[in-house]
């Protein structure tokens, strides 16, 4: 069964840092695409960054709005996936998902964790 | 970026009614579009890929279409487990981009 859980998630000010954790299980993480999403208070769904494959030398990519604050990675030998989040802004308040997308093709997301930049 | 206009933004429906929902992509994005249902305090769920196939475990009363940029999720006769919001998300280029979402609701 495919798992995938995040935690790390909480209330940070203005300009603080916050890594965010995703746990997986359930299948071969080194042959997925992860991905890390954001869904707002008024519930609009944003894509945040996306780690390829080994084969495809980890590629990493993002949103404009977060290019050079936020950094995914992974380790697959742990089963996880992290996002740092650093500079952080009221405007990052959401919840984050991680998700896993690989042939099948299966798009699984766990159930997300609550990220809210505040003073 | 490729916009993904999704419409309309509330569905009234009863059960047993046939409802359809779009979404236009500003460019071409080929079959790379993804519908997802999202129930309350839930995390989203796949249910269509590569604009026209159902995703595992996912009711055949679903089904997706596409006419030329306008991509559609059709429900066939709407049962009350399907009151929910739907999304697209078109995955041919960086940066992904989700539609505005779709509240079914019964009427």
């Known amino acids: 069964e495919v798992q995938v859980l995040e935690s790390g998630g909480g209330l940070v000010q203005p300009g603080n840092s916050l890594k965010l954790s995703c746990a997986t299980s359930g299948f071969t993480l080194s042959t997925a695409w992860m991905y890390w999403y954001r869904q707002f208070p008024e519930k609009r769904l944003e894509w945040v960054a996306r780690i390829k494959a080994k084969s495809n030398n980890y590629a990493t990519d993002y949103t404009e709005s977060v290019k050079g604050r936020f950094t995914i990675s992974r380790d697959d030998s742990k089963g996880s996936i992290y996002l740092q989040m650093d500079n952080l802004k009221e405007e990052d308040t959401a919840i984050y998902y991680c998700?896993?997308?690989?042939?099948?093709?299966?798009?699984?997301w766990g159930p997300g964790t609550m990220v809210t930049v505040s003073s | 970026d490729i916009q993904m206009t999704q419409s309309p933004s509330s569905l009234p429906a009863s059960l047993g009614d046939r409802v359809t929902i779009t979404c236009r992509a500003s460019?071409?994005?080929?079959?790379?579009l993804r519908w997802f249902q999202q129930k309350p305090g839930k995390s989203p769920r796949l249910m269509i890929y590569?604009?026209?196939n159902l995703a595992a475990g996912v009711p055949s009363r679903f089904s997706g279409s596409r006419s030329g940029s306008d991509y559609s999720l059709t429900i066939s006769s709407l049962e009350s487990e399907d009151m929910a919001d739907y999304y697209c998300?078109?995955?041919?280029?960086?940066?992904?981009?989700f539609g505005s979402g779709t509240k079914l609701e019964i009427k």
């Open positions: 998700s896993c997308y690989y042939s099948g093709p299966i798009d699984f």
């Open positions: 590569g604009a026209t």
């Open positions: 460019q071409d994005i080929g079959n790379y």
């Open positions: 998300l078109q995955s041919k280029e960086s940066p992904l981009t």
